[in-house]
């Protein structure tokens, strides 16, 4: 056990730890009237992550105020009581590495700052919204309609063609999810909400063929298509997909296969 101002830290855990962890003491306040934390503590993992430097960091300034903006300064030295904490996420700009810090309030004066490197989520990050943007433009090209279901808002953001697609104003960038539903035809309404719900419970990709009633009271056909998509912490907070009318294509089928059927009936 470590002790300072007969304060209790566990240095057998901070020392196995796969992250980077520092104890801060409150110094007071800088010219600047910001406040100033010397490091009490660093554990091994914390001198890996600045790239093998070896110099001795007990009593040095945490250059905190170089790595939070003003704003988040001011919220990371709010932290008071037991208890508090708080997130950032930041580029470490010598070591063009992007990191999280969790920052808790151990005691009056004390912080304790858990620091991971989340520069491998962020690139993946990156790949997906590049992949997303284009995507939509892929999308955008070839006529579809584009949506974003969001589940804790129960809101389905779409583009103009998707709207167009339904006889909507194109104006209207979102409708609400029961909106959605009041336009699909009753005889397929208990089997979409099925497709709807296995797609979201096994976090499989969504597929489904249905008719949409217009509000002229006409129906088409569409070919409905999304994919799951994950937050940060891996939860399901939403949807993207596209739709496209294939009206005009069931009808040409159809149209066919009468042909067919007056030509084999002669």
Same mark, same amino acid.
């Given at each position: 056990?470590?002790?300072?101002?007969?304060?209790?830290?566990?240095?057998?855990?901070?020392? =196995?730890?796969?992250?980077?962890?520092? %104890? !801060?003491?409150?110094?007071? @306040?800088?010219?600047?009237?910001?406040?100033?934390? +010397?490091?009490?503590?660093?554990?091994?993992?914390?001198?890996?992550?600045?790239?093998?430097?070896?110099?001795?960091?007990?009593? =040095?300034?945490?250059?905190?105020?170089? %790595? !939070?903006?003003?704003?988040? @300064?001011?919220?990371?030295?709010?932290?008071?009581? +037991?208890?508090?904490?708080?997130?950032?996420?930041?580029?470490?700009?010598?070591l063009n590495r992007?990191?999280?810090?969790?920052?808790?309030?151990?005691?009056?004066?004390?912080?304790?700052?858990?620091?991971d490197d989340i520069?491998?989520?962020?690139?993946?990050?990156q790949e997906l919204?590049?992949?997303?943007?284009?995507?939509?433009?892929?999308?955008?090209?070839?006529?579809?309609?584009?949506?974003?279901?969001?589940?804790?808002?129960?809101?389905?953001?779409?583009?103009?063609?998707?709207?167009?697609?339904?006889?909507?104003?194109?104006?209207?960038?979102?409708?609400?999810?029961?909106?959605?539903?009041?336009?699909?035809?009753?005889?397929?309404?208990?089997?979409?909400?099925?497709?709807?719900?296995?797609?979201?419970?096994?976090?499989?990709?969504?597929?489904?063929?249905?008719?949409?009633?217009?509000?002229?009271?006409?129906?088409?056909?569409?070919?409905?298509?999304?994919?799951?998509?994950?937050?940060?912490?891996?939860?399901?907070?939403?949807?993207?997909?596209?739709?496209?009318?294939?009206?005009?294509?069931?009808?040409?089928?159809?149209?066919?296969?009468?042909?067919?059927?007056?030509?084999?009936?002669?």
């Open positions: 056990m470590l002790k300072y101002n007969n304060i209790d830290f566990d240095m057998l855990i901070f020392e =196995k730890m796969n992250k980077g962890a520092v %104890i !801060l003491k409150s110094q007071g @306040l800088n010219e600047y009237g910001e406040t100033l934390f +010397k490091i009490a503590y660093a554990n091994p993992h914390y001198y890996e992550m600045l790239a093998g430097e070896s110099y001795e960091l007990i009593n =040095k300034i945490f250059p905190l105020s170089d %790595i !939070l903006n003003e704003k988040q @300064l001011e919220k990371a030295s709010g932290l008071q009581k +037991k208890g508090d904490s708080t997130q950032f996420e930041y580029l470490h700009p010598k992007w990191q999280l810090l969790s920052i808790y309030c151990q005691q009056e004066s004390y912080l304790v700052i858990m620091i520069t491998e989520k962020k690139r993946l990050e919204a590049e992949s997303e943007k284009i995507l939509r433009m892929t999308l955008e090209i070839a006529g579809e309609g584009l949506w974003e279901w969001h589940y804790d808002e129960q809101l389905v953001y779409h583009n103009k063609r998707w709207a167009k697609t339904l006889g909507l104003t194109e104006e209207a960038g979102y409708h609400d999810m029961d909106f959605y539903m009041s336009h699909v035809h009753p005889d397929d309404l208990d089997k979409l909400r099925a497709t709807l719900d296995e797609a979201t419970g096994t976090e499989q990709p969504y597929f489904s063929e249905h008719r949409m009633v217009l509000d002229d009271g006409s129906t088409i056909w569409i070919v409905d298509r999304g994919i799951p998509v994950k937050d940060k912490n891996g939860r399901l907070y939403r949807m993207i997909g596209s739709q496209i009318d294939t009206s005009k294509y069931r009808q040409a089928q159809q149209d066919l296969f009468l042909e067919k059927e007056m030509i084999s009936s002669t």
